[in-house]
């Protein structure tokens, strides 16, 4: 059989393309971290420039088409109470002490817990770097909600019939128009700042840096949880602006990989085991039905060559007894033959006393 | 076993019992909670919110409603696959549980879901193979059906299809070798749901070893279902029992009481291991590791002794109440799991308790499963062989 050299370069160009196939699979259980899709987009909030005009959840309100909420935007009196993201705000603006404010709306991490977790790939980290979200293929398990590290997705729970989960979309729609977020848009005092998210970690860094008494040493988002696409910056610890500071640097999806590994491997090795446990256990009822079959027999043939022992030991004796018996008839009778005759011989004599000496004659 | 005894109940039957008037009332009631849920929403019925997206229907009907229904790969593993053949009259009732366990987790899960029409989906639409809920999902589905086939022999025996039975019957080991493999699978995955929270799950419950935490106490759960189950069964349906059953029933209460102890011991045995792994010694000593002690020694080692002495000195009553006690165990650690301990750092007003509704959607669902069980325990041979097959093992 012949190969032409262009099906076997075919073949080997097929076999790297496997080869390599199945290296970007594993990935996730190897070494290699993701760095996040090149020249993705995020935006870098500087909380120490916000003052809580709450602008941004309006421009947020307008362009995601959401409820118009009871109390006006321009009522600052809502800081007071700390909020959360929900269906009829994608982005909260809470309030920290007398001048200090944050703005919560979902992170978009370079790798997201929520897509991990959603079992119909409901959510999807687009190349722009916003992590859009399916209404057509969700079930409504809400598993993204207990994922999220920053309690961000909501669910529309008063839906009975087409209920969703909602969350900012990082104006995704408006990113490939070409436009800016709403929020950022908006901001009268630059405290959010759209771009590539590798320039606004240098930013981020740069304004550190330029001011270091006035910031915090840190860039939250840059690593918390594999890193975000929302780049924090701000003048008091983080934890004191309601973000937490113990999520670590783990990225979800690698938080679970390791009890996946183990599915395919219990699917490999399971069968075998309780496969072999049964082969053993109906091996031992074999051998024990054997051993008892051979005990049976053997208690069997024991019986029966004690029982023809006996048996012969009887007839023996019965053999025995028999000729004892036939030999006492035989003396007895004998005995009374020989009697018999003696009294005969002796009667005899009797009567034949005179003529004795004729019948000796 | 004599038809009479077994026969349905006809004319003179007296339907209005009190347990039947209990069920009546409970199903009434839930059949409006469901229309109140399916015309409602969600949040009509339950205290869900944004901040705790699963309440007592993940943390009850799904979470313990799996768990306690293991009594059928570990009861069928037993007899089948470790040669057990004396637990063999356990096997029927122990699959019928499951399957109906497992039936009531999906029919519950209708409520749960925001959509229940697209539960099929992440099987035949869209497969997100990277989250452990696909995992559960898909393997939920294939065990149901592995169920579903290992209880059909008892519906086909009730009909009289022999021929079809003779064929199940014949696939008993595959059938068993792969309830077990997906049980493993998806009792453990359901721990493993947990691992992506870190943040939100208090270290004392949190661990690297949580799905095989879940898979190890979900062994002695099926286990102490089966004597939990007995005991009932014996009260209730003591006249569905032949004699096969009555006599080997004490052997395997008390064998099941040992295996469970035995594993119970190892149980605590690998979440010792586990504070140690994540040096959590510290937290004992909070009001949280009262709690977490509470959970491990009163009620998985506790009840681990109890059954130690139950199966020594053959004491029945002993072993059942250690029975009851662990599958109480396991409800708690779970709600600890999926609620308590869930979302711990949050404020008082943000934590989570289930609504009264949601309540008695749960104990709605817990009384179907207890009707069907009735039912099919009075028409089919799940506590008695049939006669016609009653030589074949």
Redo the contacts between chains.
Sequence with gaps: MAISRRKFLGCLTAAVGATTGVGSLAHAASNKAFKGYPDSFGVLHDSTKCIGCRKCEQACNEVNGLAKPEKPFDDLKVLEERRRTDEAAYTVVNKFGPTVFAKTQCNHCQEPACASACFVKAFKKDKTGAVIYDESLCVGCRYCMVACPFNVPAYTYNDPLTPKVTKCTLCHPRIIEGKLPGCVEICPKEALVFGKRADLVKLAWKRINQAPGHYVQHVYGEHEMGGTSWLYLSGIPFEQIGMREDLGTTSAPQLTSGALASVPIVVGLWPVLLTGVYAIAKRKDKIAKEEQDTAVKDAIDQATEEMNKQLTQLKDKMTKEQQTAVANEVKKALEEAAKKAEEEVEEAAKADTPDAGKEDE | MDQEKNAYPGESYNWFTPFNILTAIVLAVGLVLTIL????????V?N????N??GLWIGFDLLCGVALAAGGFTTS?AC????LKRFHSAVRPAILTAFLGYALVVFALHY?????W??P??IF????T??????V?LCVFLYLTVLFIEWTPAAFEWLGFKGLRKMVVRLT?VLT?FG??LS??HQ??LG?????????LHPLWYS?Y??VYFFISAIFAGLSMVIFEGTMAHKWLHDKMDDTHLAEADGVAFGFAKAASFIMMGYVGIKIIGLAVDNNWHYLGTGWGAWFLVELIGFVLFPAILYSAGAREKNLKLVRIAGIWTVLGIVLNRFNISMIAFNYHLPDADRYFPSIPEIGTTIFIVFVGITAYRFITAKMPILYEHPDYKDEH
């Design positions: 849920r399916f015309t409602q929403g969600i949040g009509a339950t869900l919110d944004n901040n997206p699963w593993a089948y696959i470790f040669g749960d879901v925001g959509r229940p697209k539960l989906y992440p639409v869209s497969q997100g990277s989250s452990l809920l696909f995992e999902g080991l070798i077990v493999v493993t699978l453990s995955s493993a749901l947990f691992m992506i929270a870190p943040s939100k690297g949580l799905h």
